[in-house]
């Protein structure tokens, strides 16, 4: 009896403060990622795969525990509804590759392995399952929850979450220039937006996940499967070009977001 009422107890802390648990949880899995590492070795691609899949699981508890279970969208319903509305996330997807490639000489490219490819193609589908689970099914969820289903409350958890699926991207600044991480961090947020708003139209997160991991896949298969890929614009990036980006990027996650949640 006790415990019970200690549960009810830390899941009504929690409701009360779901934007600090939001930011603390987030750091936590951060946390966990960072004790893995994903270098060239297609054997250690695994480190990278074991991070994704302990930050699921966690995800997975901690859903359960708050008992958000029933709204986290991990059903077969609204599946192809979710496909639909993030089918122009996939050409967002394929338009960036061009962006994220630009400047590579595409005649100098070598193909790792197969393993390799094998191996990141495994990767990009729970790299979108740990990052829909963590900032949708759990964060967005629990946003929702505390601040209800009106239209105010649903761009008021919408922002939130976007902004810690924004943020989450910051330690990428080890290895990363700074106008480059300033470009993905907008543009994450961005993407969490839509991410968000497909979650929410189709209350299906598998859709989701599907959709960001291909995306995912796009963007990173030549970087990442391909010797020689190193891609000019990233390593050379201009203001001009990182506004560029940032507003062909940015935009049209942001206004189509908007119309799938428009006023009826």
Same mark, same amino acid.
């Given at each position: 009896?006790?415990?019970?009422?200690?549960?009810?107890?830390?899941?009504?802390?929690?409701?009360?403060?779901?934007?600090?648990?939001?930011?603390?949880?987030?750091?936590?899995?951060?946390?966990?990622?960072?004790? !893995?590492?994903?270098?060239?070795?297609?054997?250690? $691609?695994?480190?990278?795969?074991? @991070?994704?899949?302990?930050?699921?699981?966690?995800?997975?508890?901690?859903?359960?525990? +708050?008992? +958000?279970?029933?709204?986290?969208?991990?059903?077969?319903?609204?599946?192809?509804?979710?496909?639909?509305? $993030?089918?122009?996330?996939?050409?967002?997807?394929?338009?960036?590759?061009?962006?994220?490639?630009?400047?590579?000489? =595409?005649?100098?490219?070598?193909?790792?392995?197969?393993?390799?490819?094998?191996?990141?193609?495994?990767?990009?589908? =729970?790299?979108?399952?740990?990052?829909?689970?963590?900032?949708?099914?759990?964060?967005?969820?629990?946003?929702?929850? &505390?601040?209800?289903?009106?239209?105010?409350?649903?761009?008021?958890?919408?922002?939130?979450?976007?902004?810690? =699926?924004?943020?989450?991207?910051?330690?990428?600044?080890?290895?990363?220039?700074?106008?480059?991480?300033?470009?993905?961090?907008?543009?994450?947020?961005?993407?969490?937006?839509?991410? $968000?708003?497909?979650?929410? &139209?189709? &209350?299906?997160? /598998?859709? $989701?996940?599907?959709?960001? @991991?291909?995306?995912? /896949?796009?963007?990173? !298969?030549?970087?990442?499967?391909?010797?020689?890929?190193?891609?000019?614009?990233?390593?050379?990036?201009?203001?001009?070009?990182?506004?560029?980006?940032?507003?062909?990027?940015?935009?049209?996650?942001?206004?189509?977001?908007?119309?799938?949640?428009?006023?009826?």
């Amino acid at each position: 009896m006790i415990n019970i009422k200690g549960t009810k107890d830390m899941r009504a802390y929690i409701n009360k403060y779901v934007v600090i648990f939001s930011i603390v949880i987030s750091f936590a899995l951060l946390s966990i990622s960072s004790f !893995f590492s994903w270098d060239d070795n297609p054997v250690m $691609g695994f480190d990278k795969l074991c @991070a994704d899949v302990c930050i699921v699981l966690c995800c997975a508890l901690l859903i359960r525990f +708050l008992g +958000l279970q029933d709204t986290a969208g991990l059903t077969k319903r609204g599946f192809m509804k979710g496909l639909l509305y $993030g089918s122009p996330f996939l050409v967002i997807g394929i338009a960036s590759v061009f962006v994220s490639n630009a400047g590579v000489d =595409f005649s100098s490219l070598t193909h790792i392995s197969i393993a390799n490819t094998v191996l990141f193609t495994v990767n990009m589908f =729970f790299v979108g399952m740990n990052e829909e689970i963590w900032l949708r099914g759990l964060i967005l969820n629990a946003l929702m929850r &505390k601040y209800g289903d009106t239209y105010p409350a649903i761009w008021k958890s919408l922002l939130i979450s976007a902004i810690i =699926f924004g943020a989450i991207h910051v330690p990428n600044l080890f290895f990363m220039e700074p106008l480059t991480l300033i470009v993905q961090v907008v543009n994450a947020a961005a993407g969490g937006i839509l991410f $968000g708003a497909i979650f929410i &139209k189709s &209350k299906n997160l /598998w859709a $989701g996940i599907i959709i960001h @991991a291909l995306v995912d /896949w796009c963007s990173l !298969f030549l970087g990442n499967c391909f010797s020689g890929s190193e891609s000019i614009i990233s390593m050379t990036m201009t203001i001009p070009q990182a506004l560029i980006i940032m507003i062909l990027g940015a935009l049209p996650p942001i206004l189509i977001a908007c119309f799938l949640l428009r006023r009826k």
